[in-house]
C-alpha cells in the first residue's frame, strides 16, 4: 500500500526544496504518514529533462517513490502541457518515464497515472505499451477519458484491454466507492489491485473495508462520530501545523463537503463551519460534535 500526493507542477526549471516539503510533509518524517504508509510524491509536467531533474531532487529529499500525472483533465494544465493532453501522444509518455527512470536507481519506484485517453478511447493499448515499456513499475487507469471528467459511469471493461498488453502492473481507478463496487471492477477490469481518491475522502476507512474484505476478516466501518472524534480534529490540526490558520480552517470546510456522499451528517455540519474563521472556533465545534 501507498499514498501519493497532490501534484507538482514542473515547468521548466528545478523546484526549491521547500516546494517539495510543502506538498509532501511526510519528508519530514522518512516519506511516510503518522501510520507508516509510504507517500509518494506526483509530477506533473511535459518536458523529459525538468521532470527528470525534479524527480532525482524528490528522490534525494527521501520521498519512497515517484507517481507521474499524466490523466489531470484540467483546461488549464492541459492548455499548459501537462496531465491527460500528453495522452494524445503516447511516444510522449515513454520519453518521459524513461529519462527519470536513467536518474534514479533501477528498483526505485517509479509510477505512473493515467486515462483511458483524451477524446476517445482509441490509444488504450498504445497508452499502457507506452507506460511499461519504459519500465515503470504500475500503472494506474483512471477509467475516463479526459473529455468525461468525472461524468458516471467508469469504463471499468476498457482497462482490461491494458492489462492485456501491459509486462507491469496495472491498477484500476474511478467510481470505486465501496465495497461492492471493489468487487465489481476487480471483476471487470482484470486486475488485482485498485487505487482510491475522492471515494476514500469521502469514506476514510473505505481501503480498511476492502482489506478485510480480501483478507475475509471481520471490520466494523467507521461511524460519524468517530470520524468527528478522530479524522476531523487530527486532518484540522496537521493543517495547522504546516500551514496557516486561514488555510486550516478554509481545508477542513473543503474536507467537510467531500464527506458528505459517506456521511449525511457532514453536510449539516458544514453548514455550521462555513461561519467559522478561527482555530478556536472550529475546536471548539469539533469538541460539541463529538
Known amino acids: 500500500d501507498h499514498c501519493v500526493t497532490e501534484f507538482i507542477r514542473v515547468t521548466d526549471k528545478l523546484l526549491p526544496d521547500h516546494i517539495f516539503y510543502k506538498y509532501c510533509p511526510e519528508l519530514h518524517t522518512e516519506g511516510k504518514t503518522l501510520a507508516g504508509t509510504p507517500c509518494f510524491i506526483q509530477l506533473l509536467g511535459g518536458q523529459p529533462s525538468p521532470m527528470a ?50 536518474v534514479v536507481p533501477p528498483d526505485y519506484p517509479v509510477t505512473a497515472k493515467v486515462r483511458l ?46 492489462t492485456e498488453v501491459s509486462r507491469i502492473p496495472v491498477v484500476a481507478n474511478g467510481d470505486i466507492w ?45 461511524k ?23 488555510y486550516a480552517v478554509a481545508r477542513a470546510k473543503q474536507y467537510l463537503k467531500m464527506l458528505s456522499p459517506g456521511y449525511s451528517e457532514a453536510k449539516e455540519l458544514f453548514e455550521t463551519f462555513k461561519r467559522i474563521s478561527t482555530s478556536h472556533e472550529a475546536y471548539q465545534l469539533f469538541l460539541k460534535t463529538a
Open 117 to 162: 485517453g483524451f477524446a476517445d478511447k482509441t490509444l488504450v493499448k498504445e497508452i499502457a505499451q507506452a507506460v511499461s515499456d519504459a519500465n515503470a513499475h504500475r500503472l494506474t487507469v483512471h477509467a475516463r477519458t479526459k473529455m468525461e471528467g468525472y461524468r458516471p459511469p467508469a469504463h471499468w471493461e476498457f482497462i482490461r484491454h491494458m
Open 178 to 222: 465501496s465495497v461492492e463496487e471493489y468487487k465489481k471492477c476487480i471483476e471487470i477490469s482484470g486486475c488485482q489491485d485498485v487505487a482510491l481518491g475522492r471515494s476514500l475522502i469521502a469514506t476514510p476507512d473505505l481501503a480498511l473495508q476492502i482489506k478485510n474484505y480480501v483478507l475475509k476478516t471481520q471490520y466494523q466501518p467507521l
Open 53 to 102: 531533474e525534479n524527480a532525482h531532487k524528490a528522490f534525494e529529499l527521501g520521498a519512497p517513490g515517484i507517481d507521474l500525472n499524466f490523466g489531470c483533465p484540467a483546461k488549464t494544465v492541459n492548455r499548459h502541457d501537462g496531465g491527460a493532453t500528453l495522452l494524445k501522444n503516447p511516444e510522449r509518455l515513454y520519453q518521459i518515464i524513461s529519462a527519470i527512470k536513467n
Open 224 to 246: 460519524w462520530k468517530e470520524v468527528t472524534e478522530r479524522f476531523l480534529p487530527l486532518f484540522f490540526q496537521k493543517s495547522l501545523e504546516f500551514r496557516s490558520e486561514k
